[in-house]
């Protein structure tokens, strides 16, 4: 047999169930693992050796049915474990001990996973690249001078380095896919409402969602069955979906109506040659498995990035800090904060009412086709502390802007998207391509995402990075 790690996920739980393997070998061999290579990588801000193991010992004698039981899952540090620290990627936060689960978490468990401990998150989620003052930064395992991306930085670094199989990660604006796209993986955002936030954390805007980042497409989707579910009280529900994704990824997508542009929403933004390059490569890949691959203009225009930005001002204030603690905050927080309480409410509603309203007109375009391509980013991957390297935190933004102009057009409209690993630079830095779907069709998604996956080889070629 391989080497633990070499195992995709779904394979390492079919040895479990075999007991080819049990649940504390693979949790052990993690673990170590994480010890060894994640001071160089940043992955996880904390780790629950003990608790994991005393989890994998019960799956031992008691391992429930289900795709990916006895299998370690690390949880992203914005959500609620019970009884383990969550610091928000915040040192306001340090030494806080959630008391609930967040109802992805106990799905989670109850699917028989093992959580190795918490991935590291810029604070609050808020930017796409993860450094902050309560852990290393994020580090891409492709290079490990350049930045991981963000939110869900530390969860792609994890499973890029091989420190986890797959990952649990959150979409705001794009922080699934960003770091799915700066370390080599295949990350899906979720239709809005398919992944309920309780029982805790609102959904008011509907701009996040939970959702899987893993190396191949099946593991992704056995990952987003798991997760997937709603609780009393969610704002949105998104369209049933009949089945199991995990079936989608075996399920041949027939031929498909593929719309593209590469034009920037954000003003100032260009397309990198090397991502011209990936998006090119993957128009042409699509059309050769007999796709229909139309170029469209972009159906979102600039004049909504403002109010996108009013309302990620907004979304800064959502955790409450004390006055006495402002100071631990760090300064793209604090000025993204100043903003977002200078916000009257009418601002906010009028806002997101503005994004609706384009929403409905871009829908119209989009729904004709059965997936749209973009770039997932507009750069390859920046190097540790580039957005960071600027006079101001105002140019941090701008920065962080037009390298991510193209993820949260669809955290605005709520449609499925993901990002698939198909370019390579000749520095070896991976660049995604981005592929969106119609609300409820993350099924087609899926299938197609598998249909490309096996066209180049499965697990995307065989690449691993060097610390692997």
């Known amino acids: 047999m391989p080497e633990l790690h070499e195992l995709s996920a779904l394979e390492q739980a079919r040895a479990v169930r075999d007991r080819e393997i049990s649940p504390v ?37 008691d391992l429930p049915d289900g795709p990916l039981a006895g299998v370690p899952i690390p949880v992203k540090d914005l959500n609620l474990v019970k009884d383990v620290p969550i610091m928000f990627g915040s040192a306001v936060y340090r030494g806080f001990v959630a008391p609930v689960d967040d109802t992805a978490v106990t799905r989670l468990r109850e699917a028989g996973t093992v959580m190795l401990g918490k991935t590291a998150t810029p604070e609050f989620g808020l930017p796409c690249y993860t450094e902050t003052d309560v852990s290393p930064p994020a580090r891409s395992p492709w290079d490990l001078d350049t930045s991981a991306g963000g939110s869900s930085g530390g969860a792609a670094a ?31 955002k979720p239709t809005r409402g398919r992944i309920s936030f309780a029982p805790i954390i609102p959904d008011l805007a509907g701009m996040s969602t939970n959702g899987p980042i893993a190396r191949t497409v099946a593991d992704a989707a056995a990952l987003l069955d798991v997760m997937a579910h709603n609780e009393p009280g969610d704002l949105y529900l998104a369209p049933r979906h009949e089945g199991t994704f995990l079936a989608c990824a075996g399920r041949d997508p027939g031929r498909l109506r593929i719309a593209r542009y590469a034009d ?5 933004a260009e397309v990198h040659p090397e991502v011209r390059a990936a998006y090119e490569e993957a128009a042409k890949t699509l059309a050769a498995l007999g796709h229909d691959v139309v170029e469209i203009p972009r159906p979102f225009g600039p004049e909504l990035v403002p109010q996108f930005v009013t309302l990620w001002y907004t979304f800064a204030c959502m955790h409450p800090v004390a006055d006495e603690q402002r100071h631990l905050l760090r300064p793209l927080t604090r000025w993204l904060r100043e903003r977002g309480h200078a916000t009257p409410a009418p601002a906010f509603l009028q806002a997101q009412a503005a994004l609706q309203l384009a929403t409905r007109g871009a829908l119209t375009i989009t729904d004709a086709y059965d997936a749209v391509l973009t770039p997932t980013l507009t750069e390859p991957p920046r190097p540790v502390g580039w ?31 993901v990002n698939l690993p198909l370019h390579w630079t000749a520095e070896g830095l991976p660049i995604g391509v981005m592929l969106a779907g119609r609300i409820g069709g993350e099924g087609t998604l899926i299938s197609l995402s598998a249909q490309v996956e096996a066209a180049r080889g499965g697990f995307w070629g065989e690449r691993r990075p060097v610390v692997w």
Do not use: W
Request: aromatic content about 8%.
């Open 158 to 188: 994890a499973v890029a380095a091989g420190l986890a199989p797959a990952a649990h990660g959150s979409d705001g604006a794009g922080s699934i896919r960003i770091p799915a796209s700066a370390c080599g993986l295949y990350g899906i």
């Open 264 to 268: 920037p929403v954000v003003p100032g």
């Open 387 to 417: 957005f960071e390297d600027v006079d101001d935190v105002e140019e941090t933004f701008e920065r962080m802007k037009r390298f991510a102009a193209f993820p949260a057009i669809y955290n605005v409209s709520g449609q499925p998207a």
């Open 25 to 61: 070998e693979l949790t052990r061999h993690y673990l170590d693992r994480i010890e060894r290579i994640d001071p160089q990588v940043g992955a996880y801000v904390t780790v629950t050796a003990e608790a994991a193991l005393d989890q994998a010992r019960r799956l031992e004698k």
